[in-house]
């Protein structure tokens, strides 16, 4: 195979999600495709490379100084929801339910990866909490081992403060068959039964 | 969102088998890797569309003017396997079965699409098969419709040479499972069968 044409292919299996079949296809698509389109694919990677840069109020991505989401009035200060990345800021965004503030920790606790809470931007959060008048702290790490020992240790670290907090509910999925769930996710539904 | 974040994931979805949520991952995955690495892929990208073309004789890509395989003189120039696309070239020989040359169709039949055979590389192929001395020619194109119409007019056209002319078998996947498989992968597999 010619040089150029493995390399390439071999880039793009460095990505998240792309096996070596993906690469392929993306690869001859490239090839195929108008090089105007891949200029501005290239330009889009570039632009976001050099001109995005970290909230210093909740450490989401941001074109501007401050991001969108702090810097808008009609929102509600006074609610912040703790996310693992900033990409579950983009998610949690796309369903609109919630209209209060984001605060981003870079990661959970991992003793295995030897990421402690120094490493996480939690001073960060201490510092936010004393400086703005917070009346509720929706936890919303993953429902995985790592996001609910770190849910538990900003529980015990957050109760000294007089703020409500929440942990997001975790139960079936939307659209999915009690069938084909898993016993934990059984169990947590049914702890979390709500009253009709 | 950041509208530089919102336009690189739409680009990204632009590129065959990535949604939305896949290109969001790799949007961040893209902010969250170090420059240089990002360069290299940026790098990658523009070397293959700048540098590569068509080998003159099979249609493949190549960064020099005849591609390895046409110029690689251990190989039995006397087998010609016809594929559909370049890409089919690299899944070929990754299995390493084949070791004559390929012919590069640069597409199917297809009338709905409005695809003639005057749209594929047909008189190339008839022009190799004049010129050179030809004993099989296989006929690899995909298990479609549109690339048995074009396995069959090909075979059609071609038998009027003194040239032997297959077609790869068609049966079920290695690793796979009878329960599983399509009534027409069933019956092309006990049609195909060979004697032990």
């Given at each position: 195979m010619s040089k150029i044409l493995n390399n390439l292919i071999i880039q793009l299996t460095k990505l998240p999600g792309i096996g070596w079949k993906s690469a392929q296809r993306i690869c001859f698509f490239i090839l195929k495709t108008k090089k105007s389109e891949i200029d501005e694919l290239i330009h889009a990677i570039q632009l976001a490379k050099s001109k995005l840069s970290f909230c210093?109020?909740?450490?989401n991505y941001t074109e501007n100084y401050m991001c969108e989401i702090c810097s808008d009035n009609k929102r509600n200060h006074t609610q912040l929801c703790i996310v693992e990345d900033a990409s579950d800021i983009i998610t949690i965004e796309r369903s609109a339910i919630f209209k209060g503030l984001y605060h981003v920790l870079g990661g959970v606790l991992s003793p295995i990866d030897n990421i402690g809470p120094e490493k996480l931007r939690i001073k960060e959060l201490i510092e936010r909490i004393n400086k703005n008048k917070i009346q509720e702290i929706i936890?919303?790490?993953?429902?995985?081992r790592e996001g609910e020992a770190t849910a538990y240790y900003l529980l015990k670290l957050l109760k000294q403060y007089n703020i409500k907090i929440t942990r997001i509910a975790k139960g079936l999925p939307i659209g999915s068959d009690l069938d084909l769930a898993d016993e934990m996710t059984i169990s947590e539904a049914f702890e979390g039964r709500q009253e009709l």
């Open positions: 210093p109020i909740c450490f936890i919303a790490t993953n429902p995985t």
